[in-house]
């Protein structure tokens, strides 16, 4: 299958309004390319580790937009038969039509015809297994060696939703959980993502999970996920909702009943949340954090402490930083 990419230069304030324009006459899923740097609430919401700082916005975009290519050359737009000259002159018309109204800048428009590529699945040649310590990660699409069959298996493909595995704030939890967790064990796990903390911990010998995430996208994620490691849903719970500031959330989780409680997000959230969770911990119950890069430690191990926990040792890898504490 090969794709015809129109591209039109613009800026960052026209987006939305040319994405528009553009959907209505039949160019859908837009590719946008710029250098505007995530809000702070984006990056709260996205609950992944501290994003390395890009290149300064400069204003520009680039928006992509595809249309299938048939084999005897023509294009199809909204079911109708077309050409790539008819596409230019449609969008450099709406184009034109914006400008009397608002700056689109350049608003030039340039064609290009993409390789034959399987979008749903070219990606998987850049996620292959790996392992931590003893556990071996696999993606879906690979198959387990003989020699690997006696191992702590993870089964867990990228997604929408944060966590493979990779990142050494997810590889400090996951050492933690596996040192803490027993047979015994109520985890609640805040920002949970593709839900790999919560898996493994279950896989570990806990007996029960509850996680939390602001993303819906991990629903799909947890459910699949766990399905592909074998872990039956009565042992996994899921929930979408912020427990720092939603009291529906907080009640849902339940008070004083978990044994431990893990959270792989940002520092600058690990503040507010710290106060909160303690709530929800058991007396004894141990607080595993990470997502925390080095020169934060100190504002995230203060902030423990000041939430009446106790801090029983910090763990790096990298320039990543893990805090483990314990409530009474």
Excluded at 117 to 138: R, S
Excluded at 261 to 268: E, R
Aim: charged share 25%.
């Amino acid at each position: 299958m090969k794709w015809v990419k129109f591209k039109i230069k613009t800026i960052t304030d026209a987006e939305d309004i040319i994405i528009s324009a553009l959907y209505d006459i039949g160019l859908e899923g837009a590719q946008i390319e710029d250098k505007v740097p995530l809000t702070a609430l984006e990056k709260e919401q996205m609950f992944v580790d501290i994003l390395p700082d890009g290149p300064a916005d400069d204003g520009i975009a680039w928006l992509s937009f595809f249309v299938e290519k048939k084999d005897d050359g023509s294009l199809e737009v909204q079911g109708e038969a077309t050409d790539v000259e008819s596409v230019v002159k449609k969008v450099e018309q709406e184009l034109e039509d914006l400008r009397l109204f608002c700056d689109i800048g350049e608003g030039t428009v340039t064609v290009d015809e993409t390789e034959d590529i399987d979008w749903i699945n070219n990606w998987k040649q850049y996620f292959h297994q790996f392992y931590i310590d003893d556990i071996l990660v696999i993606p879906s699409w690979e198959e387990i060696g003989q020699e690997d069959e006696a191992k702590t298996v993870l089964h867990i493909d990228p997604g929408t939703a944060f966590g493979t595995g990779m990142h050494e704030t997810t590889q400090l939890c996951i050492r933690q959980l596996k040192k803490y967790v027993t047979k015994e064990t109520e985890l609640l796990d805040v920002g949970t993502g593709s839900g790999i903390l919560s898996i493994l911990a279950l896989m570990f010998g806990a007996k029960h999970a509850v996680g939390t995430d602001l993303d819906t996208c991990a629903l799909d994620a947890v459910e699949q996920n766990c399905e592909a490691n074998g872990i039956v849903p009565e042992r996994f719970s899921m929930m979408i909702g912020n427990i720092i500031t939603d009291k529906e959330v907080q009640d849902r989780v339940g008070y004083d009943c978990y044994d431990i409680v893990v959270a792989n997000i940002l520092a600058d959230v690990l503040v507010p949340l710290t106060p909160v969770v303690v709530k929800h911990m058991k007396p004894g119950g141990i607080y595993i954090t990470s997502g925390i890069i080095s020169d934060k430690e100190e504002v995230v191990t203060e902030a423990v402490k000041a939430a009446g926990l106790k801090v029983l040792e910090v763990t790096r890898q990298g320039e990543w930083v893990s805090v483990t504490a314990s409530k009474g």
